[in-house]
Nanobody
Framework: VQLQASGGGLAQTGGSLRLSCEAS????????ITWFRQTPEKDREFVAA????????SVADSVKGRFAISRDTAKNTVYLQMNNLKSEDTAVYYC??????????????????WGQGTQVTVSS
């Protein structure tokens, strides 16, 4: 399975962006897709996760109420809708997945498949 992240770019404070993570290969075997983000100053940070059926989701407190995760199984794609963007949302965003259910959604070490990352820059 491979993951392809896209949709990053430049947005103004208060604006919106939608990231996409398209899975190819045996994507139906993937238990969940999770978004992380990383800046040069911080370790990889959990953002949001969704299992492939869409029945289980998790969103980090830092983005709750502003970001939403969803999936379109027909397109093998998971989306991260980011609204009311803040400067602290500036980061490289990665999608990740694994065939097994993670013990902790927020632990990047539990994911064996990663997309290439997409840059999100929020300017004031």
């Amino acid at each position: 399975v491979q993951l392809q992240a896209s949709g990053g770019g430049l947005a103004q404070t208060g604006g919106s962006l939608r990231l996409s993570c398209e899975a190819s290969g045996r994507s139906s075997n993937m238990y969940a897709i999770t978004w992380f983000r990383q800046t040069p100053e911080k370790d990889r940070e959990f953002v949001a996760a969704i299992n492939w059926s869409g029945a289980v989701t998790s969103v980090a407190d830092s983005v709750k109420g502003r970001f939403a995760i969803s999936r379109d199984t027909a397109k093998n794609t998971v989306y991260l809708q980011m609204n009311n963007l803040k400067s602290e949302d500036t980061a490289v965003y990665y999608c990740a997945g694994d065939l097994s259910r993670p013990t902790r959604w927020s632990n990047p070490d539990e994911y064996g498949v990663w997309g290439q990352g997409t840059q999100v820059t929020v300017s004031s």
